[in-house]
């Protein structure tokens, strides 16, 4: 049972601190979470509606040398799979995300040692130039990282070059949990999390729109996810007025089918339905300064998405034209536009269409 402080604190929008957030976690039950996220999802966006948004999740290369635990898309330079987009698949891959009604690339590709600044400025460039409508929702904090050391540069420096060459909005790809216990166990090569906050911190100061995620359910603790909860909070508190910083959180259930990980670890449990909506339910309460919650419907199922947005999630992400990582490790969900509208409906809920800045979608001419 929750106590009657903590819950006069949430209703009076007074951020819970580290003791207090386990306390609620402890006790709390999953009804009076759930209550609790609801209430506040319908002071922030109280018109009952759910976004969505068409867009194509395209790994540029295949090649990462961080090779983490519980990753079974990446390979190393030299395997006969390892491959590196070519121009010419770039534009069948986006001419179809335009036919489909999209024109959001999410571009991510792990840290391909052989791929350097030059190569990421040069391919957004040639993008913007064939594509001009097309918007780039390109790489994350530990390739951004990563760039900043190749390159011997500033992280600022990074990203404003980045974005001189047509970045539009930087996901928040690579958090898992920001404890550097965690990383140096299952992603070592990885950006440590005062890095990772920190290239968001710079992303923040430049304007640009960002998201924060965290994959959960392995080998952390509830206080590290706590912590990691706290710490993107705390960011966010730090950005400067003007501009958006994280527009959205998206938790998502480590996924363990055939990863290394799960040889190591094989007595985790996969997280289902209940434990995953009271992530969704706690996240809402903690963050009460980012606007939108997502609901990672392609690791969990239509159905305890749906149930989602009944805990604090307003927003259902992409119907996931293309998806090669999560997938690689057991999720294998798909949605048509027309599906994800009335998975929406039949939820109670009006489906808004959006872009990477949770705006009204604007269709291509």
Partial sequence: MLSADIRSKITSKIPLDK??????????????????????????HPNKKVSWLIDRNVNLTNVCFAQCLFCNFCVKKQDKNAYVLSLD????????????GGNQLLLQGGMNPALDLNYYTDLFSSLKREFSQLKLHALGPPEVHWLSTQAKLPIREVLIRLMDAGLDSLPGAGAEILSDRIRELVSP?????????????????????????????????????????L?????????????????????????????????KHPDMPQIYGAEYIKMIAFSRILLNNIPNIGASWLTVGQDIGALALHAGANDLGSVMIEENVVSKAGANYQLS????????RNAGFEPFQRDQTYQAFTAQN
């Avoid at 890095?195 to 710079?202: G, P, T």
């Fill in 189 to 229: 090569g990885k950006a440590t999390a005062a890095e990772w906050l920190d290239v968001m911190r710079e992303a923040h100061k430049l304007g640009i729109v960002t998201s924060a995620t965290m994959m959960f359910g392995f080998i952390e603790s509830i206080t590290e996810r706590i912590e990691h909860l």
């Fill in 231 to 263: 710490a993107i909070r705390k960011l966010q508190d730090e950005k400067p007025p003007d501009v958006p910083g994280f527009l959205a959180f998206i938790p998502w259930p480590y996924q363990h089918s055939n990863t290394k990980l799960y040889e």
């Fill in 89 to 100: 698949e770039y534009r069948l891959k986006i001419r179809e995300l335009f036919d489909l």
């Fill in 19 to 44: 003791f207090e957030a386990l306390q609620l976690w402890e006790t709390a039950t999953l009804a009076e979470l759930m209550q609790l996220a609801d209430a506040i999802r319908n002071q922030i």
């Fill in 337 to 344: 536009p027309d599906s994800m509208q009335k998975l929406i």
